[in-house]
Every structure is written in structure tokens, then in C-alpha cells.
């Protein structure tokens, strides 16, 4: 696993929750250093093991704290880039959701290593969208609903997801664009301020 994805699960836990927890599934998950390292790559079995220690130590199903660490890397102000990225993707959430296929690409462009499952977004019927992700490991499409619950907001689009379900490695999402404009959503611009 990329260091990039440890580092995110350490950074949710640190700015939502605080160090002292980190710590704690630190030693709950018995990692042999208390910080990930973002360029480095991990053995899949340590993200397992501390997305597990992070359920227990917030005492959550493990579903939900990764949907939440999916909305944190597109909302927290630290993870400011990532949501700019996510933003060049369209003017409205129904052009983000057509664009989730050059995901993995951009993605590539950011940091080269970085290899995220190939995404696929079908129009079932107006409004109606199931969000199709490939070769994912356990957790992606809860990972991917918090994303697609926090890009909701910032476009200030109502939307009803709901995981479909799993099989050999390929989850399914389903997306109900409600409302495309139902509240003002963050502001958003190409440049970036200076100062």
C-alpha cells in the first residue's frame, strides 16, 4: 500500500480525534513506528491492521471510520490539494461523477506511484448513477462514499448513495443526484490566492 494511504488514515485520526488516539492504535495495531512515511510503500496487511486498530480504539464499524477518512481527505483544510484536484472535474457534481473514470490518471499525474482502482460511472437513468470501482481492496467503496458524500457538499448537491455491494474484488455504488443545486456550495476557483 502507498505510504500516501497511511499517511491519510493517521492524518484522520490526528486532526479529528488527536495524537493521544494515534497513539493508541498505534499500539493496539503494534506498528514498529508511530508515523507513516508518505513515499514509502507499506505491506497491505499493515493498512489492514490499522484501519482495524482505529475501529476498536473509536469503537465504530470499520465501514464507517473508512467513509469518514473519504470525506476527510476531500473537506479537511490539510487535505486542501486533494480537493482542488477532485474540483477541476467539473462545474457541477453530475460532471465530478462522469469524470471518477480519469480518476486513477489524475491521480498518476499527482504522484506517479499512486495507483488507484479504475473507476467506471454509468448513467442508469436520469439522475441515476451506479459508481463501479475495479481490483479494489477491502474498504475502497467505503473510502469512495465518504468522497462522494463530502464532493456532494462542497458542489451543494443533495444526494442518496448507497453501497450496493462486493464480489472478487469489484464494489458498486449507487448515486441519486436529488438536487444538483440545493444549497450554495464551497467556493471554488482555478487560481490559487496568493498570501
Given at each position: 500500500?502507498h ?9 484522520f ?11 493508541e492504535?498505534?499500539r493496539?495495531a ?8 508518505a ?13 482495524t ?15 469518514d477518512?473519504?470525506?476527510?481527505l ?6 486542501e ?10 462545474d ?9 473514470d ?7 499525474l ?6 488507484l ?25 467505503s473510502v ?9 457538499d462542497?458542489?451543494?448537491a ?17 448515486v441519486?443526484?436529488l438536487?444538483?443545486?440545493?444549497a ?10 496568493a498570501?
Amino acid at each position: 500500500m502507498h505510504g500516501l494511504v497511511n499517511r491519510a488514515v493517521e492524518g484522520f485520526v490526528c486532526d479529528s480525534y488527536g495524537e493521544e488516539k494515534w497513539l493508541e492504535v498505534v499500539r493496539r495495531a503494534r506498528l514498529e513506528d508511530s508515523h507513516f512515511e508518505a513515499m514509502l510503500s507499506y505491506d497491505d496487511a499493515i493498512t489492514i491492521k490499522t484501519v482495524t486498530a482505529v475501529a476498536e480504539v473509536l469503537s465504530r464499524p470499520a465501514k464507517e471510520v473508512l467513509e469518514d477518512i473519504g470525506a476527510y481527505l476531500v473537506s479537511h483544510p490539510k487535505t486542501e490539494a486533494l480537493r482542488r484536484l477532485m474540483r477541476f472535474s467539473g462545474d457541477s457534481y453530475e460532471e465530478f461523477l462522469q469524470s471518477l473514470d480519469d480518476l486513477p490518471d489524475r491521480a498518476r499525474l499527482a504522484v506517479s506511484d499512486l495507483h488507484l482502482p479504475r473507476t467506471e460511472v454509468h448513467e442508469q437513468s436520469a439522475n441515476q448513477f451506479t459508481v463501479t470501482c475495479f481490483d479494489t481492496v477491502p474498504g475502497y467503496g467505503s473510502v469512495m462514499m465518504g468522497v462522494l458524500r463530502a464532493m456532494a457538499d462542497d458542489y451543494g448537491a443533495l444526494v442518496f448513495l448507497e453501497f450496493i455491494g462486493h464480489d472478487a474484488g469489484v464494489e458498486k455504488l449507487a448515486v441519486s443526484l436529488l438536487e444538483a443545486e440545493f444549497a450554495e456550495g464551497r467556493e471554488f476557483s482555478l487560481g490559487v490566492r496568493a498570501g
